[in-house]
């Protein structure tokens, strides 16, 4: 429930006579119905305002909900010496000044005040073609068009004013009672029996005739006073509620979020699970992964780089346990890039089926698939990449909040923009995978080039970045823990 929902709450309670007590010496509402129309009475033969129609008696079955017996339903239109609306000026051929006549539109009705960030003026002669709409101190106002249908408030201020035909004018005869319609206005109840449940608020279009005819559920008038003080007492608490449940709604978007990384940072630290002798060290993985990389450039398919520099104390982002290691990216395997096949040959693009990887598919973990496939003659003139090749993203606008990765499922082909990743040894496509997760939030902003156009990555650096290295069953215990308290978090999200 937000905050808006608990006012509703609130306003339902109090509409239905359960937000305080009845007290029996408060009398009951007929008592003050009956000296409403004595009111009124007086007013009519005063010639002050017009005798209207009877409204029909209110039926059982247009009462929504039960009342308490000190109370009564009424119609609005009973209780109001003027229910009236505005018009427009074009219609009138009157024009809008820089100063002068107030003009209030259904933009200025809010709920419970008057809003004028942009209030319009007109010339003062549209009072004398519009008199029965110039607004007093104290005339409710309640929107009767559109999106906004139902919003109600009092007009509290002293300037000249009129309004326009989306609003409609209730001048009550009774002005003690203002505050407490004014909140049944204001209430979903309200809401509810005036839509008829029924209505398309995009189009609706409330009459002065169904606004008379509205009805009214009526406490007593000090009842009324005690209620609308319980609102007032109770609306602070609303408020703290909203903030406090507006942070819990972004604590809940993010703590997900933070809880996978938290737990990606624990796992390259070696502190997601124990270390054990008997797994041997990092060491020892690190030689046969060397041993691999000399295999591969002795046949030739790959070639002798230089010499890699021994990695400093002062290139380490964090400690690791004794029995890891911490190597350079590049020595886990070697990056080369991908390119878009001449978009003029049709024959590299029609009917292909051949994956071409792009940034637009590098949403997700694996990928099986992309948005766009070339034809197999495309990819015989391109690397094709093969399963359990690493794939990142290296030049695009995402860089500034992510590093998108993933593993292919599939063999594929890739532009430009990425960069594949091919492993000495793919077993531990997995565990770099997330490592480099783990290490997002660094590698964005030790290897990120900032431009006016498209990011990109430093790449010749970053290749040459210092990562953790655990024992491969190590690796694999992480992976498990890995999967069972990502899980957890992922329930979170859902």
């Known amino acids: 429930m ?20 009845q007290r029996e010496e408060e009398g009951n509402a007929e008592e003050l119905y009956q000296q409403t129309q004595e009111e009124k009475a007086k007013l009519i033969k005063e010639g002050k305002i017009k005798k209207e129609k009877p ?33 427009s000026p074009s219609w009138q051929g009157i024009k809008y000044i820089d100063k002068g006549l107030l003009f209030v539109t259904s933009e200025n009705v809010g709920v419970e005040q008057i809003l004028l960030n ?9 009072n004398e073609i519009q008199e029965r709409s110039i607004l007093n101190k104290g005339d409710i106002l309640t929107n009767i068009v559109g999106a906004s249908i139902g919003r109600t408030a009092v007009y509290d201020r002293d300037d000249l004013a009129n309004i326009n035909q989306a609003v409609c004018l209730i001048r009550l005869i009774n002005k003690s009672i203002t505050g407490y319609i004014v909140k049944f206005l204001n209430s979903y109840a309200a809401y509810k029996i005036m839509m008829n449940d029924k209505v398309d608020t995009a189009r609706a279009n409330i009459s002065l005739a169904n606004i008379s005819n509205f009805i009214v559920p009526l406490p007593p008038l ?13 609306m602070p608490y609303v408020e703290k509620y909203g903030e406090a449940h507006s942070k819990l709604e972004v604590f809940n978007q993010k703590f997900p979020e933070d809880m996978q990384k938290s737990i990606l940072q624990y796992a390259i630290q070696g502190k997601l699970v124990e270390q054990r002798a008997d797994e041997g060290t990092a060491e020892v993985l690190y030689q046969q992964i060397q041993e691999k990389k000399a295999k591969l450039i002795k046949e030739g398919k790959l070639k002798k780089e230089k010499q890699i520099p021994a990695i400093t104390v002062d290139e380490l982002p964090f400690d690791i346990p004794e029995s890891w290691k911490w190597v350079r990216l590049r020595d886990l395997g070697w990056f080369s890039s991908g390119k878009t096949p001449s978009m003029s040959k049709t024959d590299y693009w029609e009917n292909g089926d051949f994956p071409w990887v792009t940034s637009k598919d590098m949403k997700r973990k694996y990928i099986n698939s992309s948005e766009m496939n070339i034809t197999q003659k495309a990819a015989n003139e391109m690397t094709v990449y093969p399963v359990g090749t690493l794939l990142m993203v290296v030049r695009s606008g995402i860089l500034k909040r992510q590093l998108p990765l993933a593993i292919l499922t599939v063999n594929s082909t890739i532009n430009q923009d990425l960069k594949a990743f091919t492993l000495y040894d793919s077993s531990l496509v997995e565990y770099v995978y997330c490592m480099l997760k783990a290490m997002e939030v ?6 990120r080039k900032q431009v006016t156009t498209v990011d990109s990555l430093k790449f010749d650096e970053f290749q040459n970045m210092p990562i953790p290295i655990p ?11 890995l999967e069972e308290v990502l899980q957890y978090t992922h329930n979170l999200i859902k």
Not at 4 to 21: F, R, T
Not at 225 to 234: G, N, Q, W
């Open 55 to 87: 409204l029909q008696e209110i039926t059982e079955d247009e009462k929504p909900f039960e009342i308490p017996e000190s109370w009564m339903w009424v119609r609005l239109g009973t209780l109001a010496e003027l229910i009236t609306k505005g018009s």
């Open 442 to 447: 660094y590698i964005l902003k030790e290897y």
């Open 118 to 126: 942009n209030p319009k003026y007109l010339e003062e002669k549209f």
């Open 471 to 481: 024992p491969v069953k190590e690796q694999k215990r992480i992976l498990r823990r």
């Open 222 to 234: 000090e009842e009324q006073k005690r209620i609308i003080a319980k609102i007032e007492e109770l």
């Open 2 to 21: 937000n905050a808006q929902d608990l006012k509703n709450s609130i306003l339902q309670l109090a509409v239905q006579g359960k937000l305080v007590e």
